[in-house]
């Protein structure tokens, strides 16, 4: 697969589906926001706007897929993330999804 194609398909597949690629990030590392938006734009090279990720990670938190905690670094107050066993279910869900649709 030629590295084009290959980035052409993993950034449509995180546009369509951010909400679990923010689980799947999330599940492997609690995390805060801007360290989620780094993460994103890093890993799957997709800028991400504030405006995009904090309402998708209070809808996320308000369906009981994620948690989050006030967590003081420095100076500075993070909301830290973590995954819940209601979104660690949903991501079980999404990977037998997946192998489905591949065979």
């Known amino acids: 697969m030629s590295e084009s194609h290959r980035k052409e ?4 597949i995180v546009k369509n589906l ?12 609690p995390l805060w926001g801007y360290g989620i938006k ?5 890993e799957f090279h997709i800028k991400l706007r504030h405006g ?7 809808n996320l938190e308000k369906q009981g897929f994620l948690t989050s905690r006030s ?3 420095g100076r500075r ?8 066993e209601n979104g660690k279910e949903y ?9 489905e649709q591949l065979k």
Do not use: G
């Open 9 to 12: 398909i993993v950034q449509r």
């Open 18 to 29: 951010l909400d679990i690629q923010l689980l799947r990030l999330i599940d492997a590392q």
């Open 38 to 42: 780094k993460k994103v734009e890093a």
């Open 52 to 58: 995009a990720l904090y309402p998708m990670l209070n």
């Open 71 to 73: 967590e003081q670094q």
């Open 77 to 84: 107050k993070r909301k830290v993330y973590t995954v819940t």
């Open 91 to 99: 991501l079980r869900s999404y990977y037998s999804i997946l192998r």
